[in-house]
């Protein structure tokens, strides 16, 4: 499964409505056909997505937005995925309706989901219900245009939800009857989890090469399970074997930046064979520039990513905006009576423009700090006694 685009209508804390589009949406050259994947014919995706703002400015709560769409995709109960914390504030009042669109392999799809939250008037428990579902589907072989893409017409409509079906319960989609005929899901490698805790999270061998780009000292490291408990093997070239059974301790031994990129670059290998999804919260976190900026190189090398991963990620470096040759795979974050993502080719249309220096000059609005808020820190540091 292929994801082209996802909305998402309701969320508390939400200006308008989020609107995150994986369709490259500017012109698409033959240099550009190397840093992107070809879905069909003239539909390109984009390999790496940045979703860029400053402290609290929504970045966080968009990728769990996202991370709940997907799974909810792969068939996941609402109510068991751990970013659905997005819609504690909810009332009964309120519905979140999302719109996905996705490419089965022969035909685009459109998802349309309703959720409510639901009070047991009983015992007063509340839980997370998808009241209304709809899914469409056309052939990508009568699609002429990226313009009539999401245009889906009646007759598309494909199947209904049936609040009388046995099998289905309130807080599945219905999307669960199609991955299952068509053997088809998502993969996910979601690290939002781990943005504050920088723990190893893969278990196996790693390879060499990894561990000399991250740390040359080491000889090699070996992370598994022996008799339910953690196993691990770390030598540095010239020492003896340090055994471990504790992920935690690891950090005694190497830097916050190796532990990290263990992580990171193992889930994005995974995510390069299933040509899957990699979300990362503030990518830079222990991460030096060169580091970050060579991950998203991988994404966006069609030697390295064969099979079209795409790599979600926020971040505070405006620097890593310079990364990216086309404005459509940047999403500017602001906070401004409320979250909202707007997509930097709508903003600027030239993509030669260095980004970095654009966003940092505060020409996008709400990309930098207020001045009024600057001086008002400075004054209270300078008057500190």
């Known amino acids: 499964m292929k994801l082209l685009k996802l909305t998402v209508e309701g969320l508390p804390h939400f200006k308008d409505i ?35 703002g400053i402290n609290a400015s929504g970045k966080t709560t968009i990728l769990k937005a996202i991370s709940f769409v997907m799974k909810m995709l792969n068939n996941e109960p609402i109510n068991n ?38 009070v047991n008037g009983a015992d007063g428990r509340e839980k997370l219900v998808i009241r209304d579902e709809k899914l469409w589907s056309k052939e990508i072989s009568k699609i002429k245009t990226k313009k009539n893409m999401f245009g889906f017409a009646d007759s598309d409509l494909k199947k209904k939800r049936d609040s009388n079906e046995q099998y289905l319960m309130d807080d599945v989609s219905i999307i669960v009857a199609e991955n299952k005929k068509k053997n088809m899901c998502i993969s996910i490698y979601d690290m939002l989890e781990w943005t504050d805790y920088n723990i190893l999270n893969v278990l196996g061998r790693f390879p060499k090469e990894l561990l000399s780009f991250l740390d040359p000292s080491i000889e090699y490291l070996v992370c598994g399970l022996n008799e339910k408990k953690v196993d691990i093997r770390l030598k540095f070239y010239g020492n003896e074997e340090i055994v471990i059974n504790s992920p935690r301790i690891l950090g005694n031994y190497l830097s916050s930046g190796t532990i990290k990129g263990l992580g990171v670059f193992m889930s994005a290998t995974f995510a390069f064979v299933e040509g899957g999804y990699l979300i990362i919260d503030e990518i830079e976190n222990h991460f030096n520039r060169e580091i970050v900026a060579t991950l998203i190189r991988f994404f966006m090398d069609k ?83």
């Open 303 to 385: 030697k390295v990513n064969k099979n079209g991963a795409t790599i979600l990620f926020s971040t505070h470096y405006s620097e890593l905006l310079d990364e990216f040759d086309r404005n459509d795979s940047i999403y500017i974050v602001r906070n401004k009576e409320g979250i909202g993502a707007e997509n930097l080719s709508n903003i600027l249309k030239r993509n030669d423009i260095k980004k970095s220096e654009l966003y940092d000059s505060d020409y996008l609005g709400g990309t930098v700090p207020a001045y009024e808020a600057y001086m008002a820190l400075k004054k209270a540091l300078i008057n500190i006694r």
């Open 18 to 52: 989020l609107d995150i589009d994986f369709v490259a949406q500017q012109r698409v050259d033959d240099d550009d056909k190397e840093r992107l994947y070809n879905v069909y014919s003239n539909i390109y995706v984009n390999k790496a997505i940045s979703f860029v």
């Open 81 to 118: 995925i751990e970013s659905k914390t997005i819609m504690d504030d909810i009332d009964e009042e309120q519905q979140v309706v999302i719109t996905s669109f996705f490419f089965d392999g022969t035909d685009i799809n459109k998802l349309e989901t309703y959720i409510e939250r639901e």
